[in-house]
């Protein structure tokens, strides 16, 4: 008989594998959707539509997995999760429409739900001072992003963008079949019968459910959007080959998964109330400073006329990149911090109406990115989008704390 701390590690192990890898699948179109927008001659918005398609499906299933996940317990409904998306992964190498990829892509992104499941699932398997230790571990699990950047361009100079399908088809069938043989059940975890959907799904009303859905937009639904989109950034603004704007755009991945077990220890040390104050202000300075586009200035002066220009270099871009990346990796545990604290007793309702919040976040940026470079021409529009919903999230947690900073500080 397995000791609870052998199965709370491989539960730990296995779960964090398994979110890596839904994680990886979710990301698929940010490298293989720049050759599939150049063979079918798509606009930036439609780039947009398309990369963010899957997040669209996985954000919108996030309430339901979550509740279904207190209901019947994370091990059956995310083993359920991944094997359903197999299939939607192996027939994409088939599609030549651009509807096509929109419902392979809405199917294919059901993976991208595996958050809602694998939160409280780990939550509950650790005490109380240990949770957000082990939701940070679990959420590292988004630095599958990364190894996307890393894989798929790869696997696309080896064959095509058709054989990376078939390979992420194949992986998730093995992660799958490995999870359910290292992972385990406690009936305990699952919510009691006698809780009822309605009253679930009451939390939306809940006004702390709400601010936090908003923080976790811009943490989780930002860093999302970026991941989709900074691979076809680095391509345009700067003249890269696909394969080392994808390994730059990997120096914001990487880190803003991986870290993300950084912010649950910060979160559990100082609070998530400090920590998320100031992963707040530094993306607000970043995003400042990433929203100056490409610029050339010529100045009058007595002697003549001056030319100067302002704008960011690759390497300058990249470092404030990674800044934000690992800031956001911090910010991410930060909020599902709030959400273990404060709601003990629905962590997979609340995460799911949060996880639901960020992924919207996540399907709608990259949507708005695209139309305001068709707008205006400007790549760093984007930045500039990302700089104004942090100013929210300031604002509100500024009022939203007021009355109760001196207890939480």
Wanted: aromatic content about 16%; glycine content about 10%.
């Amino acid at each position: 008989m397995a000791s609870l701390t052998y199965k709370r590690y491989s539960v730990l192990i296995s779960s964090t594998l398994s979110f890596t890898v839904c994680f990886m699948i979710w990301m698929m179109l940010a490298v293989v959707g720049i050759p599939i927008k150049n063979e079918l001659g798509l606009s930036e918005a439609e780039f947009g539509i398309l990369a963010a398609t899957p997040v669209l499906s996985g954000s919108l299933v996030r309430v339901p997995l979550g509740i279904w996940t207190d209901r019947y317990g994370g091990r059956i409904v995310l083993f359920s999760l991944m094997i359903a998306c197999v299939p939607a992964i192996y027939l994409m190498q088939y599609a030549d429409h651009f509807w096509h990829f929109l419902v392979i892509g809405l199917v294919m992104g059901l993976a991208g739900g595996s958050f809602s499941v694998g939160t409280p699932y780990v939550a509950r398997w650790f005490p109380k001072e240990q949770q957000g230790m082990a939701m940070g571990v679990f959420g590292a699990g988004n630095a599958g992003s990364a190894l996307n950047k890393f894989l798929a361009p790869a696997l696309i100079a080896y064959g095509t963008w058709h054989f990376v399908p078939t390979v992420y088809a194949a992986i998730m069938l093995g992660t799958a079949i490995l999870f359910w043989f290292t992972s385990y059940s406690d009936k305990s975890h699952q919510v009691s019968s006698s809780v009822t959907l309605g009253e679930q799904l009451a939390l939306l009303k809940d006004p702390g459910v709400l601010r936090y859905s908003q923080y976790y937009s811009v943490v989780f639904g930002g860093y999302v959007a970026l991941a989709l989109w900074m691979t076809k950034y680095y391509v345009g603004e700067y003249g890269l080959s696909l394969k080392t704007a994808a390994f730059l755009a990997a120096c914001f991945s990487l880190p803003g998964g991986v870290l993300r077990a950084l912010g649950g220890y910060f979160s559990d040390k100082f609070g998530a109330y400090k920590v998320t104050w100031a992963v707040m202000w530094i993306c607000w300075v970043c995003f400042f400073i990433l929203s100056y586009p490409q610029t050339d200035l010529v100045i009058h002066t007595s002697k003549g006329e001056v030319s100067l220009h302002i704008g960011l270099n690759v390497t300058v871009f990249t470092i404030l990149m990674f800044t934000v990346g690992v800031a956001m990796a911090v910010g991410k545990a930060s909020v599902f911090k709030f959400v273990a604290d404060d709601y003990p007793d629905n962590i997979g309702a609340v995460s799911g109406i949060v996880g639901l919040a960020g992924g919207l976040g996540g399907f709608l940026l990259p949507i708005m990115f695209g139309f305001l470079e068709d707008l205006t021409g400007i790549r760093s529009t984007s930045f500039m989008l990302l700089y104004g919903t942090v100013c929210v999230s300031l604002i509100w947690m500024h009022f939203s704390f007021k009355a109760k900073r001196p207890a939480a500080e």
